[in-house]
């Protein structure tokens, strides 16, 4: 089984519902676990407007508690996917040679833009983007 990290800022919005999509669309095939560069909403559930939009999509994300990147995450995993731009960029920086390859963007072509501070429409619109994103990811052992 294939074990798939997801990883955003702070684990409340982005990669906790984007590891939810992966395993239920992957299921029996992916392991997926979600982290985030920071530990603010560490044990915390995620974003009431993210749970909302994952409700919308028939996906149940109350169970989510935040949890901090650590090494032994990014050693766990075989791919490490980051939901922008500068979180693979951070994520670079502070990988050793040997995760390096894991390392990429969960929609490959693009970021998967922070809802964070912006309306309800905003998480249902990265739901969507993210949901829509996980057929990149099954079915595909090179991922």
Partial sequence: ????LT??????????FAALALAKR????LEVRSAGLIGKWEGEPANDSMIEAARR????LTAHRGQQLTREMLGWADSVLAMDASVL????EITDDDVQPKLS?????RDVPDPMGKDQEAFNAC?????????????????
């Fill in 1 to 4: 089984m294939r074990k798939v």
């Fill in 7 to 16: 990883v955003c800022v702070g684990n409340y919005c982005r990669s906790p």
């Fill in 26 to 29: 992957g299921a029996g095939e």
């Fill in 57 to 60: 999509l028939g996906l149940g």
């Fill in 89 to 92: 960029q951070v994520l670079r």
């Fill in 105 to 109: 963007l969960y929609p490959t072509d």
């Fill in 127 to 143: 739901a969507v983007l993210i949901e829509a994103g996980t057929a990149l990811h099954v079915g595909r052992p090179d991922r």
